[in-house]
């Protein structure tokens, strides 16, 4: 049986929330439908709606659901007009940077984390105001939380909007929109626990927004299309779980803390990365030297062990990560990093064997061979 | 969690509970396949990796799922699974399609064609590209709900870039020429997309042989989960679109996200039962219909059918009954789940436009009644709701002064009715 350590990329779905998906399929009816079938999916999605709010401490008529993290990504991107200035961190998702490639890019600091200074500076020259910030609230390679909300307010000064992807930092710590300060904000189900498919944009009281997708008057007029009714089931309950759940997640820091400080025993010139400032529990970013990322994640996967070599989209490719290269990360680093991202199905047993099987494989492989 | 289904659950609960309505809403939603449901469950639990993990086995293993289902997809329309892109569902498709290929080519052709019957989203989209510059032409449907091919072959011009026409309309189920249509547009070098959210699994489709370069196709009417749906788009010649969602650069570049393996799987199911079981499927659904429609119009004069009804797939009625109102059939019938227009209009009081466009006055538009059959519709189903709307309509009318006036032979046009 493999031990799934990649809970980053996608978390196996919670019971809870498979069983509310498989009974909403087994139920006809749309949403928009006057009828009693109508009614009844209309119920569960506003039922979600309120769930989903709860994990972002919003109201349920901010959340507009859409297909997933990227959509809301890019709903939110788009909001920007042709000519307002965007802003975007080094580190955020592709959803974001390609979203909008003609973004001014804000630096991240070698500990992985955006200075609020360095928004500040990157806003100073805004004349009319016209502007839009997007800054994630976790990094989904290293798990570098942000200070976003000390951002939105450096961006509220400048008269800029703010943008925030939540779709790591959603049920893995505690997220409020109305203590973050920020007008939109994304979160995805399969990253909770719920099913993939379904995600959606959180806006703040009172934000405008425009549609991207044009049709029917779904999700009052902001998103176009028959809601997933399942999804949004599914999305609710694991929003649920996971915000009841959050203490509980805290402790997989303990599991992560035990394995890096062992792997760094044997290693020394190991690489944590962003391991000096506020992190997501379940995240561990970390190289190997002298082994190849590639080489890391088949010998694991040989032994039995699903762990990645960076974002899941991008795991195909050659690229090296854009956040640790933004993070000063010198090559041999950047070839080397592996990310580990613990999840809800986690036990202490399962980072046990992944921590042997870490340090048998440096050892065979890595300088540690070399020394022997 | 228990992923099999057992016999004696072969049929969706909504259709097994007869406690609840009669579904005869088939073209808002179709209930999930239980067939389908259960090629879905494991991916919703063991099998839940992401397919573009590309390092280990839970991403290899959703990948594989996702491009089965793939070829599923493209095989029902005799595309190859390259040409078929994962979108959310039809509406996006309807977006991406239209959208993307008149933004890419915007500097060479910039008029759109389309069909005043088309679904909202097409409508509201064209709507939107006009506001950025685009012409576009709004084409009329005769009263059968078809559209004239010689108006169309006017209408295209040197500048046109795309003709968008649905497969099967929505409300009154009409089937337009797609062959004819798109051996027009590839005459006069024009992007021919079709929103065949309701026609896939219901009319034998060919891209091929019908020209078809781009098409819009939803999970949740093919008895396919809902939040998933494809847009077929064509590679020879190639059909190159601006893409609505970046980031991640899935589904060739031109919809990025996540791909829902779950959606994907079930939608590839859909499609390959719809395959197998269409012809045998619609022979069944044309009975039904028929008696239906016989048993309404046997019993009760002054009712008018809406849409041609030899070019139409089985699955749907749409019928005007005069001297009712409208609100107040609906509110007789509870226990059928009927609607009066589509769905995503069905709160608001406005008449159908696409019962509009056929002509119809706004009386009768407000009395029409469409009544959508499907997989799971049985022959008691139909004669319980033929009972109940000849009950109700019967009801009604005798409570109508106007119908009394009819029946004594008074022209009720010819009145002129004082303000009040």
Known sequence: ?372 | MSTAIEKKDALPATIKNRKTPIYLDYQATTPTDPRVTEKMLPYFSEQFGNPHSRNHFFGWEAEDAVEIAREQIAHLIGANAKEIIYTSGATESNNLAIKGVAQFFKDKRDHIITVVTEHKCVLDTCRHLEQEGFEVTYLPVQKNGLIDLELLRKTMTDKTVLVSVMGVNNEIGVIQPLKEIGAMCRENKTFFHTDCAQAVGKIPLDVEDMNIDLMSISGHKIYGPMGIGALYVRRRPRVRLVPMINGGGQERGMRSGTLPTPLCVGLGEACAIAEREMGAENERLRQLRDRMYQGIVGRLPEVYLNGDMDQRIPGNLNISFAFVEGEGLMMGIKDLAVSSGSACTSASLEPSYVLRALGLDVELAHTSLRIGFGRFTTEEDVYHAVDAIVREVERLREMSPLWEMHQEGIDISSIEWAEH
């Open chain 1, 1 to 372: 049986m493999t031990i799934y350590l990649d809970h980053n990329a996608t978390t196996p779905v919670r019971p809870e929330a498979a069983d509310a998906v498989r009974d909403a399929l087994a139920h006809a009816g749309n949403p928009s439908s006057v009828h009693g079938a109508g009614r009844r999916a209309r119920k569960i999605v506003e039922d979600a709606r309120e769930q989903v709010a709860a994990l972002a401490g919003a109201r349920a008529d901010d959340v507009i659901f859409t297909s997933g993290g990227t959509e809301a990504n890019n709903l939110a991107l788009a909001n920007a007009t042709v000519d307002a200035a965007v802003f975007v961190s080094d580190i955020e998702h592709a959803s974001v940077l390609d979203a909008r490639p003609d973004a001014s890019r804000i630096a991240v600091q070698a500990d992985g984390v955006v200075d609020p200074a360095a928004v500040d500076a990157a806003l100073k020259d805004l004349n009319d105001g016209r502007a839009l910030v997007s800054v994630m609230l976790a990094n989904n390679e290293t798990g570098a939380i942000q200070p976003v909300a000390e951002i939105a307010e450096v961006a509220k000064r400048h008269g800029a909007a703010v943008h925030c992807d939540a779709v790591q930092a959603a049920g893995k710590m505690a997220v409020d929109m109305k203590a973050l300060g920020v007008d939109m904000l994304s979160l995805s189900a399969h990253k909770i626990g719920g099913p993939q498919g379904i995600g959606a944009l959180v806006i703040r009281p009172g934000f405008k927004i425009s549609a991207t997708h044009w049709g029917g008057g779904q999700e009052r007029s902001r998103r176009a299309g028959t809601e997933n009714v399942p999804g949004i089931a599914g999305f609710g309950v694991a929003a649920e779980r996971a915000l009841a759940g959050i203490e509980v997640f805290q402790e997989l820091a303990l599991l992560r803390d035990r394995m890096e400080a062992h792997n760094l025993k044997s290693a020394p010139e190991a690489r944590v990365f962003a391991r000096d400032v506020a992190r997501l529990a379940n995240t561990s970013c970390i190289t190997m030297p002298g082994i190849s990322a590639k080489t890391q994640v088949m010998s694991f996967d040989l032994e039995g062990f699903a762990v990645s070599a960076g974002s899941a989209c991008s795991s195909g490719k050659v690229e090296s990560s854009h956040v640790l290269k933004a993070m000063g990360a010198d090559t041999d680093q950047l070839n080397s990093a592996l990310r580990i991202s613990l999840g809800w199905t986690t036990t202490a047993n399962e980072i046990d064997q992944f921590t042997a099987a870490w340090t048998a494989l440096y050892a065979r492989l890595g300088a540690g061979s070399m020394a022997a």
